[in-house]
Each structure stands twice: as structure tokens, then as C-alpha cells.
């Protein structure tokens, strides 16, 4: 691609750069300062990615890229009220919530419970100044700079999200949710999470990450969050993205698991103008297991793109990915999802799914996945469905009494009801259930929603 076009909407971020990186919380610390100079000039070289590049020829970013987002403000701790928090903490889920407004930790909006010994939970601005022995060996090891320009962003811009860390052997009861909300600052603001999770061997850990906007407004989400997966411990992550209906929100996960981990990433999209979720698993220890699933919920003119790789590495691993998507009106989904197998990774046991219902004529959803397989020794397979709701099952309800919407609305619910029984923390699968039940296309009750 020529150099002209990588430059489209590069300056304004480079001069945001230049403004607010003496501000940048761990400023002055000669670890961060330098990896934050290297990200943004790797993010110059990138620039934004086109349509004429393989892993975005689906989705293109030229809105971001033609966007003026600006680094949202310090805000004020007291911008949500009651009835919002309750709404966007699943209320009453008794866990430790970790509040983030516009990009930065609200200690007054945030709740942390009594913590059992061997877990440390903090900013990721406080970890910065506090914490660099915990953070350096892992903080960019996994998200690639080097190659995505929205990661190189991220960590140019990197300031403040969650920093977790768990002690070997340490089994921690009730989950951890971390909420991030965008709220209006009369611009288009933008802010750039960013998560570490490091979990020690043979620890349990569950983890929920929440993305919500406050009114309709137009904002840039640009997260990253980094997960290490010590040998034999098991991880449970959620991740729900319910943005403004104008926003923009990418973020890339990147999981490393050690030998005989378990890792289960959960990822339900439901806002958003447009939405790029990557999720990669690095399976670099024998016998390492892991589980991708996914929904995702469109209409209008919603754009979702769902990219997921899955590397293995090492023998005798297990990996399942299913995700699902319901699109109506003029929606548009992308499911792109890789399982590499490496020539050392015998006895892998690999399985991939992608099933996609259309609820309207003008929905469309591009489905690609794929197997690269090095090894000879193994047990893989993927799938891939797009269709309608089924006739006769309609038909069947119909002749049952059942109206025509209740109907369709019904075999809708139980096309998702399979992800969402798979949510294991019950104040997140119930509150989902609440949110779906409002949102699906043509439930009787939902409200009307133009592009």
C-alpha cells in the first residue's frame, strides 16, 4: 500500500501525542516513557489499516481514521448516577467493581471488597509507579505493536486501565468486574484502556470486563487487555460490549497459557456503530485448554467484526470456539477465526464454529474460518452456518397459536440461549438474558430502532 494512503488520519493522533504524553501518569520512569515513544512511532509507520489489507478487507476503519478523537479530560467521580451504576454493574452482583470513567480509575465509583491473601487489584496507573517489578516482564509482551497500529495506539496512549495479579496456588471466589464508561465532554473524546492480568500457577481466577457509553455519543474505545495464564491455573473471562449506538470500539485480548491452563473468554457484543474485536491465544504449554465464545447482537447499520486466533504450540492441547451472531435490517458481521497447529503440537484436539442467522433480507455477514495444520497427529474440524429462521419450526408454533413475532422471537432466543448458558456467573447471565430479551430482532416488546 502506498505511503499517501497509510497517512490518512495519522497527524492528529501524533499531535494529541505530543501534547499529553509529559501528562501521562508513570511519566518520567524510564521503562515507560520509551516504549511509549516506540509505540507511536510504529503507529506512524502502520497508520491506519485499509480495506486492502487481508485481516481488514471487511471492515473499513476509514470512520476512525477520518475522525477527530480527542484524549477525554480527568473526570469528575460523581458523573453516574445510582440508577445508571445499578444498570451497568448488573446490581445486586456482589463482587469487587473496579470503575473506569473515560479511560481513567474512579475510586469513588468503585467498590473492592475484602480480597483474599495472593491478590493484588489497582490501577493500572498506580501499578505503573508502584509495581514495575510485577509489570515490565509481561506489559507488551503479548499485544503486538509491531504489527497492529491499534495496539501500537493503545500503548502510546497507555496511562490507566486495571492491573490484577494473583499468587500461585490462590483461589479467588467471587469475580472481579472492571466497568469502563464513556460519558460526553462535548467533543469526541477517546480513551485507551489497558488490562494485565497476571494469574501464577495453579491459581483460579474469574474475570469480567464491561464497556458502556452514557447517552448517545460519539467516542473512541481503543482496548487492550493482557492475559498470563501460569501453568495449571484457570481462568474465566467475560467481556461485554454495550457502547453508544454512534461509538467506535476495538480491542484486541491476547492470552498466553502456560502448561495445563485453562482459559475461557467470553465475548457478547451488543453496541456500537462499529466494533473490531481480535482475540489471540498463544497456547504455549502442553496440555493447555481453551474456549472462545461469542455473541454478537446487530441492527440497523451496526457493523461487528469478530477476528479470533488460536495458536498452538505445544502437544496434547483442546481448543472449542463457537461464536454466534443475529443480524437484521442492514447489519453487517464478520466472523474471520484461525487455528494454527504447529508441527510440535501433536495430540491437539481443535474444534471451530461460526453460526450466523439473518433476520432480514439486507443483513450480510462474511464467514471465514480456517485450519493451519503442521502436525499429523491430531483431531480438528470447523463449521460455519448462515441462514434464516427455520420455516417449519415456525410453522410448528404457528399451528400451536403462538403470533407470528412471539414465534420468531422465541426460535431467536434459543438460537443465543446456547452462548448465554454458558456464562457461569449468574448475575451476568441474568442480566444478559434481560438485555437480549429487549434487544432481539422482532421481540414484541422492543423498541424501534432506525439505522
Request: net charge negative.
Given at each position: ?185 462535548g467533543f469526541d473524546g477517546m480513551s485507551h484502556p489497558r488490562n494485565l492480568f497476571v494469574v501464577g500457577a495453579g491459581a483460579r481466577i474469574t474475570l469480567a470486563e464491561s464497556y458502556a457509553g452514557i447517552d448517545a455519543e460519539r467516542y473512541l474505545t481503543n482496548a487492550v487487555t493482557e492475559i498470563v495464564a501460569g501453568d495449571g491455573s484457570v481462568i474465566d473471562h467475560y467481556k461485554l460490549q454495550r457502547e453508544s449506538r454512534t461509538a467506535f470500539h476495538v480491542a484486541t485480548l491476547h492470552a498466553a497459557a502456560g502448561r495445563n491452563a485453562t482459559i475461557s473468554s467470553h465475548s457478547i457484543t451488543l453496541g456500537g456503530a462499529l466494533t473490531r474485536n481480535d482475540v489471540i ?171
Amino acid at each position: 500500500m502506498s505511503r499517501s494512503s497509510k497517512d490518512t488520519g495519522v497527524r492528529p493522533y501524533l499531535d494529541s501525542f505530543a501534547r499529553f504524553a509529559k501528562e501521562l501518569p508513570g511519566n518520567g520512569a524510564g521503562w515507560v516513557d520509551p516504549l511509549r515513544r516506540e509505540a507511536i512511532a510504529r503507529f506512524e509507520a502502520l497508520g491506519f489499516p485499509s480495506t486492502h489489507d487481508e485481516a481488514w478487507r471487511y471492515t473499513s476503519m476509514r470512520p476512525i481514521a477520518e475522525g477527530r478523537f480527542e484524549l477525554h479530560a480527568a473526570t469528575r467521580g460523581d458523573v453516574l448516577t445510582p440508577e445508571q451504576f445499578e444498570r451497568l454493574t448488573f446490581e445486586p452482583w456482589e463482587c469487587s467493581h473496579l470503575v473506569f470513567v473515560n479511560g481513567r480509575y474512579a475510586p469513588g465509583l468503585s467498590t473492592l471488597r475484602s480480597l483474599p491473601a495472593g491478590l493484588r487489584v489497582t490501577s493500572l496507573a498506580e501499578a505503573l509507579a508502584t509495581r514495575r517489578g510485577s509489570i515490565e516482564p509481561h506489559l507488551g509482551s503479548g499485544a503486538d505493536a509491531s504489527a497492529n497500529a491499534f495496539v501500537a495506539l493503545n500503548t502510546a496512549f497507555l496511562h490507566d486501565g486495571a492491573f490484577v495479579e494473583v499468587d500461585p496456588g490462590t483461589i479467588v471466589e467471587e469475580p472481579i468486574h472492571l466497568l469502563f464508561v464513556s460519558t460526553p465532554n462535548g467533543f469526541d473524546g477517546m480513551s485507551h484502556p489497558r488490562n494485565l492480568f497476571v494469574v501464577g500457577a495453579g491459581a483460579r481466577i474469574t474475570l469480567a470486563e464491561s464497556y458502556a457509553g452514557i447517552d448517545a455519543e460519539r467516542y473512541l474505545t481503543n482496548a487492550v487487555t493482557e492475559i498470563v495464564a501460569g501453568d495449571g491455573s484457570v481462568i474465566d473471562h467475560y467481556k461485554l460490549q454495550r457502547e453508544s449506538r454512534t461509538a467506535f470500539h476495538v480491542a484486541t485480548l491476547h492470552a498466553a497459557a502456560g502448561r495445563n491452563a485453562t482459559i475461557s473468554s467470553h465475548s457478547i457484543t451488543l453496541g456500537g456503530a462499529l466494533t473490531r474485536n481480535d482475540v489471540i491465544v498463544a497456547m504455549r504449554g502442553e496440555g493447555a485448554d481453551c474456549t472462545l465464545n461469542g455473541l454478537y447482537v446487530a441492527d440497523g447499520r451496526q457493523h461487528m467484526d469478530n477476528h479470533t486466533l488460536i495458536d498452538h504450540e505445544k502437544p496434547h492441547g483442546s481448543s472449542r470456539q463457537l461464536y454466534k451472531g443475529v443480524l437484521d435490517d442492514q447489519a453487517r458481521g464478520v466472523f474471520d477465526g484461525t487455528v494454527i497447529v504447529r508441527p510440535d503440537a501433536q495430540k491437539t484436539d481443535a474444534r471451530q464454529e461460526n453460526r450466523n442467522l439473518l433476520m432480514s433480507e439486507d443483513a450480510l455477514v462474511d464467514s471465514k474460518p480456517t485450519l493451519l495444520i503442521h502436525a499429523d497427529d491430531v483431531k480438528c474440524s470447523h463449521a460455519a452456518t448462515i441462514g434464516q429462521l427455520d420455516e417449519d419450526a415456525l410453522f410448528y408454533l404457528r399451528a400451536r397459536g403462538i403470533g407470528a413475532e412471539a414465534a420468531r422471537s422465541l426460535l431467536t432466543q434459543g438460537f443465543v440461549s446456547e452462548i448465554l448458558q454458558r456464562v457461569r456467573v449468574e448475575a451476568v447471565r441474568a442480566g444478559l438474558e434481560c438485555l437480549l430479551f429487549m434487544q432481539l430482532p422482532h421481540h414484541p416488546h422492543a423498541a424501534v430502532r432506525r439505522p
